[in-house]
């Protein structure tokens, strides 16, 4: 009876967590700044009756709620960050809230909530069928700076997990088989010597010319680098006026790779190229590493475990309003993006707008994709169970204004509701853990790692981006 009390409990208490997800989409705060999400999250948890852990490594809104105790201990994964200039009312035209806002272009208001649904779900269910273990929420901050949960993994925060669930909004309901790579975020900061760009530019030592020499070396390094990594960059001060030789400038580089091994020799390439480039130029830099996830290790036992709940949690329906709102909102997509998506999708019907199938894409399992995910540092602590569910049209993509709407409207808030069914009920059944998958889990996880133990990819001092993170409490509730 345990499934049918989940989910007649997810389903009778739907509007609440509809409401969470709402006042969050409605209230969207980019990484770090997440104080409105993370106080709700946690005022709900605490009257649900969890234990509170919260200023996780130094980072204010990160924070673990935990009911029950013994083993097994079971997480699941909450995020909560907006995107900058995403701001989109939930509409199928081009309606900012507030022109360059903020908005969840990448679903993270449902992403969080669900987990939230998710494990009071199941502490309903533990109370009334006495299990032992331990369930735990995970309230993740900063995911879209992709350190987040690195800055959490760096105080063992999830050392002692014996698995974790999360999930992502997506444009299907799949098994998430692929591996995210490896990123580090490395700024360099050029210092050079000012003067009049007219009168006297011979005295001038510009900064930003070694900023725009150290891109055109990484340019040229783009050739000779591994297959499918990746090198972006923005100028983040470019100096003051054109008739200023600038003494100050800087550039912000994201480096992907396939595992963490290739981003770390990536780096230090690309730091020698910044070394030239001051070189050249008779100027000096340092850098500062801001963030450096790793690359996500698929667990097929758990994503397997967590397809197989589909059944158990129902099927998705979508009403005629829903569809035509689907099919307006896919209007705006340029048609070369559509083309794209549709030949990527693995859903039976790439002309379906809504999809409803649930697909366990093992066939892909371990291939690489370009984007990246601080998930990957959970992954290479505990084994890991990924799922994405259906929270917008085929078509519409992540980080743009269609995504947002989307995931404020009716079509993600039931794509959530589904995904709290199928990590609640998947917990469950780790929690009872008749047919040996913890340890099935365990093993490949040992495999997958191969003997390599998890390192945090950012130095032992940095510091997150908050204010007064030498003040920061960590207050168990």
């Known amino acids: 009876m345990g499934k049918l009390n989940i989910t007649k409990w997810i ?14 989409w409605d209230h969207p705060e980019v990484g770090y700044t997440e104080t409105f999400a993370s106080t709700l999250q946690i005022k709900t948890l605490k009257e649900a009756g969890f234990k509170i852990t919260s200023g996780i490594g130094d980072v204010p809104t990160a924070f673990v709620a935990e009911y029950g105790k013994g083993k097994p201990v079971i997480g699941i994964l909450g995020e909560f960050d907006a995107l900058p200039g995403l701001s989109q009312q939930a509409t199928p035209n081009y309606d900012p809230v507030v022109q360059n806002g903020p908005g969840h272009g990448c679903g993270h208001n449902l992403l969080g909530t669900a987990g939230v649904e998710a494990v009071i779900a199941l502490k309903e269910v533990i109370d009334t069928e006495m299990l032992a273990g331990t369930i735990r929420y995970y ?4 995911e879209e700076l992709l350190s987040g949960k690195t800055f959490m993994a760096r105080v063992g925060i999830f050392d002692d997990l014996d698995c974790a669930l999360t999930w992502h909004p997506g444009t299907t309901n799949m098994t998430a088989n692929f591996r995210f790579q490896a990123l580090t975020a490395i700024e ?20 930003l010319d070694a900023v725009e020499l150290m891109n055109v070396g990484s340019n040229y390094l783009r050739e000779h680098v591994p297959d499918g990594s ?13 008739n200023i030789v600038p003494d100050t400038a800087s550039v912000y580089y994201f480096l992907r790779s396939a595992d963490r091994k290739q981003v770390e020799e990536l780096k230090e390439r690309l730091i020698k190229v910044a070394q030239g480039a001051a070189m050249m130029t008779e100027t000096s830099v340092h850098w500062e590493i801001k963030s450096g996830c790793y690359d996500t290790l ?15 949690a129902g099927s998705m329906v979508f009403t005629q309003e829903e569809e035509k709102f689907s099919e307006e909102l896919r209007q705006t997509v340029d048609p070369a993006v559509l083309a794209a998506a549709k030949d990527q999708v693995i859903s039976a019907d790439a002309n379906k707008i809504l999809d409803t199938g649930f697909y366990h894409n093992s066939k892909h399992f371990g291939i690489t994709m370009g984007g990246s995910s601080d ?33 404020g409207s009716s079509i993600g808030m039931k794509g959530m509701h589904y995904a709290a069914k199928v990590m609640a009920l998947s917990a469950y059944e780790l929690l009872l853990d008749q047919n040996g998958i913890l340890e099935k889990a365990k093993a490949e996880f040992i495999a997958s790692t191969k003997g390599l133990a ?11 981006p908050v204010q ?10």
Not at 139 to 142: D, I
Not at 298 to 312: D, G, R
């Open 11 to 24: 389903d009778e208490n739907e509007a609440k967590f509809t409401d969470i997800a709402k006042q969050i």
């Open 139 to 142: 309230g993740c901050p900063a």
């Open 188 to 207: 360099f900061y050029f210092t050079g010597r000012t003067s009049h760009a007219g009168a006297a530019p011979h005295l001038g030592r510009s900064a």
């Open 230 to 242: 990746r090198i972006h960059y923005q100028i983040t001060n470019g100096g003051m006026a054109p």
């Open 298 to 312: 698929p667990n097929l036992a758990l994503n397997e475990l967590m397809y197989t709940q589909a059944e158990a």
């Open 375 to 407: 998930v990957g540092d959970v992954s290479w602590i505990t084994p890991v169970g990924q799922i994405m569910t259906t929270c917008a049209p085929l078509g519409v993509q992540f980080h743009t204004w269609q995504a947002t709407a989307s995931f």
């Open 454 to 464: 998890y390192k945090p990819g950012i130095p032992s001092d940095a510091k997150p």
């Open 468 to 477: 007064n993170s030498d003040a920061v409490p960590v207050s168990t509730i």
